[in-house]
Each structure stands twice: as structure tokens, then as C-alpha cells.
């Protein structure tokens, strides 16, 4: 008699995928989490956030992208559900939003709980750092759709946000400022072009260790995109935050146009933050147009906020009087529209 295993997905595999995972998310858990693993649905509760004046619900999807034919590559899946979770996250605490919780999608050509397991224990870990629930998520086997070893990776998002205190960018003015935060290296973008200039250009083995990044090219393009939900969250509650963007796909060039208003351009000091060795090695080839860099990756500022120019100084000592790094990198203008490296 044909089983379903003869076609190459093992129902029994899944399960036992499950029973490894389920205590990692239970993990995530706060008391707004309803019910248990293996609802149709996941639940949560917004008793909370009944002192709202208007609660608003903000919902976000992304993926990793081509870092995951990388992490295949190296066999190294524990990293690429904490890019996964920021991925999402930062999105929504760019319009001031706390995250809830969060759902993942994994597909794959085989199933290997193990590996799974990897997986998962990133997303884990990258909800913690985001202080979202993961409460729900579906892996799919799917032969014949992927190669045994290839997976890809989705990740579903919802934050909310009183409506009178959502960031939308709308007050900005010529004459803000623009801070950036630093990034902790590539993030989650621009790694096809990545793949093509270290691996097919120059040659570069992703396990050859590279003095300038002290780590081998591979552990330093395998660095977990920074998570900026609770600097955001804190810094909200203390400052006047006019905008928000996270520097994802395009770079500072696209990003930031996005969240302010038409009419209005920004000029961008380059030298004004010390980027990390990849982006320097990436550089020094000369290989790049300076706005081709710019546009494919962050050059080192993973979230650029727009502050009243008053309060720029203050913002930035704050910020560096914690974990992460801050650097007054330019100014909104009204001379010209989109972005000037200057």
C-alpha cells in the first residue's frame, strides 16, 4: 500500500519537530497569550491595552531573502529567525508600534527536525529581544517544490499603538536632524550582490578567516540583524520621535524618503558614522558607485530617526548611554527633494 511518506513527506518527522520546539515557544509566552500549541488559531488577548484611547493594530510580513542560501551554505540555521523576527519588528516600530506577537512560515524539501529546531530556536530568541509572542507558525514540507537541503522563511508580525501617538512623519520640517543607529554588520539585504561580490568576484571563501573582520567572511555575514524595538520603545516614552525609518532594501537613499513628507530632501554627512569592517573591505575594492552602495545596503545605520534639531544632541547621548550607537548623520532640507550624500 502507498503511503504519504512515499512521496516524500513524513507527517511523523513533523511531529516530532513540534515536540522539540514547543517549550522554546511556550518561552515567549506573556499573560495575554491564550490557550495552548496546537489551537487552528493563535489567541491573544488585549486586556492590556483597554486604557487606549484609540487602539490601533499595525501588522507587518517580511523574510530574510538570499542570507539563507548563505546559512545553507555553512549549515548554520540558528541565526536566521532572530533576522527573520527584526525583519518584522523593526518595521512596526517605525510608526511607534509595541510588538504582540508573532508567526513564522518555514518551507522546505525535507523536513529535519533538527534543523528545524535551529530555526526556530532564532525565531525564539529574536522574540524575546523584541518582547513578542511567537503564537503560531506552519512548516511545510514540500518535495518537488524545494531541493532536500533549501527552506525559506516567512514571518508575520502585529503591534499596536494608541492612533493619536502613531509615528507618521507628517510633522517634520526642514531643519530636523537625522540620527542613526548603528547596525551590527549586512542585516538582512543586499546579499544576492553580496554573494556576487565576495564569492564571484573576488573569490573569497566563506570560511576563510579575513583579519580586517577578525571572524571568517561567512560568521560575519551570518551576523543576526539588530533587533530595535526596545531603544524605540524607551525612547519614545522619554522624547518627541517626528519619524522613523529602518534602513532595509535601497538603503539610506530610498528608506528615508519614505517617512517624510513631499517637498522636503535630506542631506546625508557619509563620513559622519563609523561603519563596520565588511562595509569598509566592500569600499576599499572601489569597485561600487558611492550611491550604488548606498542603495543596496546599510553602510552601517540599521534606523534613522527625525528629531527636532534641539533635542538632537540630547537624543544621541541618550542613546549612546546605553547598548547601542548613535550618530548625527544629516539634516532635513527643503533645497532639494530625495537624498544628497554629501
Known amino acids: 500500500?502507498?503511503?504519504?511518506?512515499?512521496?516524500?513527506?513524513?507527517?511523523?518527522?513533523?511531529?516530532?519537530?513540534?515536540?522539540?520546539?514547543?517549550?522554546?515557544?511556550?518561552?515567549?509566552?506573556?499573560?495575554?497569550?491564550?490557550?495552548?500549541?496546537?489551537?487552528?488559531?493563535?489567541?491573544?488577548?488585549?486586556?492590556?491595552?483597554?486604557?487606549?484611547?484609540?487602539?490601533?493594530?499595525?501588522?507587518?510580513?517580511?523574510?530574510?531573502?538570499?542570507?539563507?542560501?548563505?546559512?545553507?551554505?555553512?549549515?548554520?540555521?540558528?541565526?536566521?529567525?532572530?533576522?527573520?523576527?527584526?525583519?518584522?519588528?523593526?518595521?512596526?516600530?517605525?510608526?511607534?508600534?509595541?510588538?504582540?506577537?508573532?508567526?513564522?512560515?518555514?518551507?522546505?524539501?525535507?523536513?529535519?527536525?533538527?534543523?528545524?529546531?535551529?530555526?526556530?530556536?532564532?525565531?525564539?530568541?529574536?522574540?524575546?529581544?523584541?518582547?513578542?509572542?511567537?503564537?503560531?507558525?506552519?512548516?511545510?514540507?514540500?518535495?518537488?517544490?524545494?531541493?532536500?537541503?533549501?527552506?525559506?522563511?516567512a514571518g508575520f508580525s502585529v503591534g499596536i499603538a494608541d492612533k493619536n501617538k502613531i509615528i507618521s512623519g507628517q510633522n517634520v520640517k526642514a531643519g530636523d536632524t537625522l540620527i542613526g543607529i548603528a547596525s551590527s554588520g549586512i542585516h538582512s539585504n543586499g546579499y544576492s550582490f553580496i554573494r556576487k561580490i565576495f564569492l564571484e568576484e573576488y573569490k573569497y571563501e566563506l570560511n576563510q578567516y579575513i583579519e580586517e573582520l577578525e571572524m571568517t567572511l561567512g560568521e560575519a555575514l551570518l551576523v543576526p540583524t539588530k533587533i530595535y524595538v526596545k531603544l524605540i520603545i524607551n525612547l519614545i516614552k522619554k522624547y518627541y520621535l517626528k519619524a522613523i525609518a529602518h534602513i532595509t532594501g535601497g538603503g539610506v537613499i530610498e528608506n528615508i524618503p519614505r517617512v517624510i513628507p513631499k517637498g522636503l530632501g535630506i542631506d546625508i554627512n557619509k563620513n559622519s558614522w563609523e561603519k563596520p569592517p565588511i562595509f569598509k573591505m566592500i569600499e576599499e575594492f572601489n569597485s561600487i558607485d558611492e550611491i550604488?552602495?548606498?542603495?543596496?545596503?546599510?553602510?552601517?545605520?540599521?534606523?534613522?530617526?527625525?528629531?527636532?534639531?534641539?533635542?538632537?544632541?540630547?537624543?544621541?547621548?541618550?542613546?549612546?548611554?546605553?547598548?547601542?550607537?548613535?550618530?548625527?548623520?544629516g539634516e532635513v532640507v527643503d533645497s532639494h527633494e530625495g537624498v544628497n550624500l554629501c
Open 292 to 329: 550604488e552602495l548606498h542603495k543596496s545596503f546599510n553602510m552601517g545605520i540599521g534606523l534613522v530617526i527625525v528629531v527636532d534639531s534641539d533635542k538632537s544632541e540630547e537624543i544621541t547621548k541618550f542613546i549612546n548611554e546605553g547598548e547601542e550607537k548613535a550618530f548625527i548623520i
Open 1 to 153: 500500500m502507498l503511503t504519504y511518506r512515499d512521496s516524500g513527506v513524513d507527517i511523523d518527522e513533523g511531529n516530532r519537530a513540534v515536540n522539540l520546539i514547543k517549550n522554546k515557544i511556550k518561552g515567549t509566552y506573556d499573560n495575554n497569550v491564550i490557550g495552548d500549541l496546537g489551537n487552528f488559531s493563535g489567541l491573544y488577548s488585549l486586556k492590556d491595552f483597554l486604557s487606549m484611547e484609540e487602539p490601533v493594530l499595525l501588522s507587518s510580513t517580511d523574510g530574510v531573502g538570499t542570507k539563507l542560501k548563505l546559512a545553507q551554505m555553512l549549515n548554520i540555521h540558528n541565526t536566521v529567525g532572530i533576522d527573520l523576527v527584526a525583519m518584522c519588528v523593526n518595521d512596526l516600530i517605525c510608526q511607534g508600534a509595541k510588538p504582540l506577537f508573532f508567526l513564522d512560515y518555514i518551507a522546505t524539501g525535507k523536513l529535519v527536525p533538527e534543523k528545524i529546531d535551529d530555526i526556530v530556536s532564532g525565531i525564539v530568541e529574536g522574540c524575546k529581544q523584541a518582547g513578542c509572542a511567537l503564537i503560531g507558525g506552519e512548516t511545510a514540507e514540500m518535495p518537488g517544490m524545494y531541493s532536500n537541503e533549501d527552506y525559506d522563511l
